[in-house]
């Protein structure tokens, strides 16, 4: 008797049939343990039956575009009769890629068991996720220090390459960087920040508008303006405009170079008069090397109507664009915008003096740009004035 009951009783293999018993009796709301001591089944057992259970019931309501767990048990059974991922795939009506990814992930045709792969799916379903930016504090310095410049997230995020090549946790793509910024569940990144970025608005507005000046006489077309301009393999042309500030009483002119995208900027106060524009244009390329001016792109704005004037003292020939069609000064435009977070719409611009309008252009210099493969402005100007009378791009 002592003998008999110090043996452990073996646990039997369960058939397909009471396996499904099994199962409902989960489902209906049985308890472990009774299940365990009506079916004769171990503790293991009867815990594991019971996640099988709860994860039949996924079934309904389940994603389509996800792999259910009744086609992860049909791809296991397809390993185990010794059909191919194809022949797999075509069974449930996957496609072969999804039906080897999932084989793969599961450890391959081995060690694959259904139960494991949807348990692995649960766990990479469960949201929400650790953020990079949570889990890495040196990164949020980062980030928070390139905003804090007013870069745009793009280029913190290949700034970050540049600076830390060998580093991959020093990674993060711009898009992580405005989830930060605006997603309420993701705010490592101080709320505050969002109000560097350029832009402040949340909808874009129409910027038509019908032309009711005069003709420029004497205008030279863009069409005249020589090839090498067009593809910026030379240096020394520039595009220029002006900023207006509230109700149209003042000004800033802005002139960028076209291969390095250099801004500099002129104080014009509440005169916008051509006399006045263009002797601010002329007291900011006076101290440039000839190689590095060589043509003015404008639009069809009447305060370069004295152009041939402006020509005539600087030796610059100016260019005017068609009538609304600002991508013809591309570099211009987009600078334009970029100034705006320093120079705002509806405010008067006259209270920034040059020296106030030149740390703004300093700041717009010393972002990195992609089309300069993530060098600044300021650094390729840099190269070209410290080679005398180049010719070739930067």
């Known amino acids: 008797m002592a003998g008999r009951r110090g043996r452990r009783r073996r646990n039997r293999l369960l058939t397909p ?3 499904e018993a099994v199962r409902a009796r989960f489902r209906a709301g049985v308890a472990p343990k009774e299940v365990m001591a009506e079916f004769g089944v171990s503790h293991g057992s009867a815990y594991r039956l019971r ?3 709860a994860l039949v019931r996924r079934r309904v309501g389940h994603s389509r575009y996800r792999l259910s767990f009744v086609e992860r048990e049909r791809i296991s059974r397809g390993i185990a009769a010794g059909e191919s991922g194809r022949a797999i795939a075509r069974a449930i009506g996957r496609a072969p890629s999804t039906v080897c990814r999932e084989i793969r992930a599961g450890g391959g045709r081995r060690a694959y068991r259904a139960i494991g792969g949807e348990r692995r799916a649960q766990r990479c379903a469960r949201r929400p996720k650790a953020t990079k930016l949570s889990l890495c504090p040196r990164l949020v310095v980062e980030v928070q220090r390139g905003l804090a410049r007013g870069w745009s997230p793009q280029q913190i995020s290949a ?3 540049v600076e830390f090549p060998d580093d991959p946790v020093m990674r993060i793509s711009h898009e992580t ?4 910024l605006y997603v309420q569940s993701r705010g490592e990144l101080r709320r505050q920040l969002s109000a560097q970025l350029r832009t402040g608005r949340s909808t874009r507005r129409g910027r038509g508008r019908v032309a009711r000046r005069g003709q420029i006489v004497d205008m030279v077309n863009i069409s005249q303006r020589p090839a090498e ?4 393999a030379v240096p020394g042309h520039w595009e220029g405009d002006l900023i207006i500030g509230a109700y149209g009483r003042s000004a800033v002119a802005t002139l960028v170079e076209r291969q ?20 601010a244009l002329k007291a900011r390329i006076i101290g440039l090397p000839g190689h590095l001016v060589k043509s003015l792109t404008w639009d069809q704005g009447h305060e370069l109507a004295a152009h041939k004037q402006f020509s005539v003292d600087t030796g610059v020939q100016v260019f005017f664009c068609d009538p609304h069609s600002p991508w013809q000064r591309g570099s211009n435009e987009n600078t334009n915008g970029l100034l705006r977070q320093y120079l705002p719409k509806g405010t008067d611009l006259a209270v920034h003096d040059q020296a106030e309008l030149d740390r703004i252009a300093a700041l717009l210099n010393g972002r990195p740009r992609k089309t300069l493969e993530w060098l600044n402005p300021a650094e390729k100007m840099a190269e070209l004035l410290a080679t005398p009378g180049s010719s070739g791009g930067a």
């Open 260 to 279: 390095t995208r250099f801004v500099m900027l002129a104080y014009l106060g509440r005169d916008r008069q051509t006399e006045r524009v263009i002797a």
């Open 177 to 180: 960087i405005y989830l930060s």
């Open 159 to 161: 700034r970050l390459r």
């Open 17 to 19: 049939c009471e396996r």
């Open 229 to 232: 301009v067009e593809d910026r």
């Open 51 to 53: 996640d099988e259970a």
